[in-house]
């Protein structure tokens, strides 16, 4: 269709207009032909007058496939969304949803009577599957795995089984991977879809499951969880309870947001601010960010206040001013990649990664590239300045603060966390800030101790 070929932007301008003419059954007819994918970026393109029209057209498992696939700020959006519908409505959506996308969007809603009306509107059946899961503690396996999947018994036929599977495949999210359970349901292994297809009718499932089967406990870390789909290339992971009985699986797409979530985590503390945090003006843009400005504004006055106790130093030998920004920038510079690479560790949970060798290693690597960031600037600016001395004194100076830098800039989140606290505290700008106040001081401590060899 016609729909395919046009931009995002044109596919916009066209459904408003079917929708501001009251075009319905063409808005149905080229709307449904989209991937779902594609409707909700679309659908979040829409006015609350354009929203309600859709609500109108559309069925609730229609919409329901549009929430679905609903990620990132449009997600956000949901608890608005959601108000602007009739409850009665509003309940059917999220009884059509994936369980576990239908928890995200509840967990979105601050108006917590209104949660409670929808679940009680909603199908007893959705109910119970989304009350199990809004109950899991956050970043959990239990948080973000679903409850629509499909599992046999392990007396099963495999022509048994294959009848069960088309049954339960609708509502399942994904039917690649059979899981086989007992009486109890407790886990016992898993079979592919295509052991189904191969294996004759009459051969048990007990006979045929794979017993090796990856699976994590339903409070697992979801970071955790993630690392494991990525080490197995599995498409969906089960999540079972302390007595082993089955609970759900993960399936990939989940996997991937947490994966997302998580880079958006490290590359909020790096910036020292929220990503995905979105704002109606700049005035609330602004009280987001002046917490953190604020608190590196008094810790800058702490460099500031450490080069004024300098003064008389930098009046006798006034060309040390020249290297003071050069020296901190670097140094800012190498503890910002340092930290990057420790909060890339502890978001892998790292178990090899202990304190001391990581010390060593964080030590040694500030200690080679000090050296050759140190030996190139005291020979440039013993050539620039005609003076080899000084070249030296800037060059101890600014290997000796990348080391620091270095070593502050892995051990700081480290020691965060052993103490119970967010490693993203331990920000770009925070670590860059920190590396300013010791270089200056390193830097005019060296100065001080050879000034009397210039």
Avoid: C
Avoid at 34 to 44: G, R, S, W
């Amino acid at each position: 269709m016609e729909v395919f070929e046009r931009t995002f932007e044109e596919s916009v301008s066209s459904f408003k207009e079917m929708l501001h003419n009251n075009r319905m059954t063409r808005f149905r007819t080229e709307f449904q032909a989209l991937h779902n994918y594609d409707q909700a970026k679309i659908f979040a393109e829409f006015d609350a007058d354009e929203r309600n029209k859709v609500y109108q057209y559309m069925a609730p498992s229609e919409v329901a496939d549009v929430f679905d696939a609903l990620e990132g700020d449009d997600l956000h959006l949901s608890e608005e969304y959601f108000l602007e519908m009739e409850n009665v409505y509003a309940a059917a959506v999220l009884g059509e949803m994936y369980a576990d996308n239908a928890v995200d969007v509840l967990n979105n809603i601050d108006n917590r009577e209104k949660v409670s009306l929808y679940m009680h509107l909603m199908p007893p059946k959705s109910a119970r599957e989304i009350s199990q899961l809004i109950n899991y503690l956050d970043e959990t396996a239990g948080a973000i795995m679903t409850t629509e999947f499909v599992a046999i018994q392990e007396d099963y036929t495999i022509k048994q089984a294959y009848e069960h599977l088309k049954e339960a495949a609708a509502q399942a999210e994904t039917i690649y991977y059979v899981y086989v359970i007992d009486e109890n349901k407790r886990l016992k292994g898993v079979l592919s879809l295509r052991d189904l297809i191969i294996y004759d009718d009459n051969r048990l499932i007990s006979e045929l499951l794979n017993p090796k089967v990856i699976s994590v406990q339903v409070n697992d870390d979801q970071v955790e969880v993630a690392k494991m789909v990525q080490d197995y290339d599995l498409l969906a992971l089960p999540v079972v309870g302390f007595d082993h009985e089955l609970l759900g699986i993960i399936t990939v797409d989940d996997v991937l947001d947490v994966m997302q979530e998580e880079a958006d985590s490290d590359y909020s503390g790096l910036a020292a601010v929220d990503v995905n945090e979105t704002h109606d003006s700049p005035f609330d843009a602004s009280k987001s960010r002046l917490p953190w400005l604020v608190t590196l504004l008094f810790l800058g006055m702490g460099t500031a206040t450490l080069i004024s106790q300098f003064e008389g130093l930098i009046s006798s030998a006034p060309v040390l001013s020249s290297f003071v920004t050069l020296i901190t920038g670097t140094a800012g510079n190498a503890g910002t990649q340092s930290l990057a690479v420790a909060i890339r560790k502890l978001t892998n949970k790292n178990e090899d990664d202990e304190f001391f060798s990581s010390f060593s290693f964080e030590l040694l690597t500030g200690v080679v590239t000090g050296l050759v960031v140190g030996t190139t600037i005291a020979l440039v600016a013993g050539i620039w300045k005609g003076n080899f001395f000084l070249g030296l004194i800037i060059g101890i100076a600014m290997a000796s603060a990348i080391v620091v830098a270095n070593i502050a800039g892995s051990l700081i989140p480290k020691l965060m966390v052993k103490f119970g606290f967010d490693p993203a505290v331990a920000s770009g700008p925070f670590i860059s800030t920190l590396s300013d106040l010791t270089s200056v001081f390193i830097y005019f401590s060296i100065a001080r101790i050879f000034i009397s060899y210039f």
